[in-house]
């Protein structure tokens, strides 16, 4: 991973290299932590179900715990007396208020609605924090890793659901609502019978392209149902699985899947138009290491470039994220060390 700050920085400050970053990614079954030097390195992780921690103080108070534990063993390791945490950054689903730093909508993590996340952190830390949304946190990581500076990313997240971080100018962006790339909530279906989205809207790409929509659209395809001796809910993996098989119903579902997601990033792209486009998630068939997801991905950008301005879908650049589970974390980091670096500037 590139370094966390800019060269100029870490020019400026001889120290930096025995300074450290905590990044949090708080999710509904797990919370991760990591301790990350300013070269970008992890020193130390850390993975802890969410449930035994419960509320955003408890998860601090741990990190911070850990964090701290982590250091006195760098310290041992490395002779470095003067080796201090500087900066912690928070990753969390859901739909993020970037004003005030709180969840205005959240799955899976009960008490956490409302609460000013930021003042919070930085109350239990005493140090420079930072809260993004959990999928910007993720594209920053896959930004940082790309050295693409001031350009935009974009990293769309296929699996139950449909999400999508966003990296607009180098910066994070979450919109003025906390509602910036809900890309699972752009309609792709206008129909009178377009299919009803679990927010209370029909047609949407979530309800199509989602695990559970994936399902149904090869049942349906399936001229008499599923048989007898099948699953009730053919998995996507397995679903991938068949059509390297060969199975026709599967591949013409995968076929289906990607043309779905690629008029969507379509619509992203003539939007937005970012440089890079990645996709992640559980539900990109095989992803990089299989020829099913190379091909699912290999649609979506024909269906990218069908779809858009020839300016536009000739010059994204449409590919598997890299960073899997650990992106979060990496990203929150990264942003906390932004947030260290602004509040360094502004009293020097």
């Known amino acids: ?49 969410t449930p ?47 004003a005030t730093c709180q969840l205005k909508e959240v799955v899976n993590l009960p008490g956490w609605l409302n609460v000013p996340l930021l003042d919070q952190m930085q109350a239990q830390t005493g140090l420079p924090c930072a809260v993004l949304n959990d999928a910007n946190a993720a594209a920053l990581a896959e930004h940082a890793m790309r050295n693409l500076g001031h350009q935009s990313l974009a990293l769309v997240t296929l699996g139950t659901g449909i999400g999508c971080g966003l990296v607009l100018g180098g910066r994070p ?82 076929r289906e899947t990607a043309a779905y997601v690629g008029r969507a990033i379509g619509m992203l792209c003539q939007s937005v138009d970012p440089a890079v486009v990645l996709l992640g998630g559980a539900m990109t068939f095989g992803g990089p290491d299989r020829p099913t997801g190379r091909k699912f991905l290999d649609d979506v950008i024909a269906e990218v470039r069908a779809t858009t301005l020839v300016q536009v879908g000739t010059q994204v650049t449409i590919d598997f994220a890299s960073l899997k589970n650990n992106a979060g974390m990496i990203g929150a980091a990264k942003f906390a060390s932004l947030a260290a670096q602004i509040d360094h500037d502004a009293h020097h």
């Not at 002779?79 to 208020?97: E, F, M, N, R």
């Open 173 to 254: 962006y979450g919109g003025d609502h906390g509602c910036a790339g809900e890309l699972g909530h752009i309609a792709i279906d206008f129909g009178d019978a377009s299919w009803p989205c679990t927010c209370g809207s029909r047609g949407h790409l979530e309800t199509y392209a989602g695990a559970a929509g994936v399902q149904r659209r090869l049942k349906d395809r399936i001229a008499d149902g599923v048989a007898a001796n099948e699953p009730a809910d053919i998995t996507p993996r397995e679903i991938a699985r068949r059509a390297e098989a060969g199975d026709p119903h599967c591949i013409a579902t995968i």
């Open 1 to 49: 991973m590139p370094s966390l700050i800019t060269p100029k920085a870490a020019a400026a400050n001889e120290t930096m290299s025995h300074e450290y970053v905590l990044g949090i990614d708080v999710g509904g079954t797990d919370v991760k932590v990591g301790l990350f030097d300013y070269q970008g390195q992890i020193v130390a992780s850390d993975r802890t179900p």
């Open 52 to 98: 035994s921690l419960g509320t955003p103080i408890a998860v601090f108070e741990h990190a911070l715990r850990f964090g701290n534990n982590a250091l006195g063993a760098e310290k041992t390791a490395t002779s470095k007396d003067h080796c201090q945490i500087t900066a912690v950054g928070l990753a969390v689903p859901g739909v993020l208020d970037q």
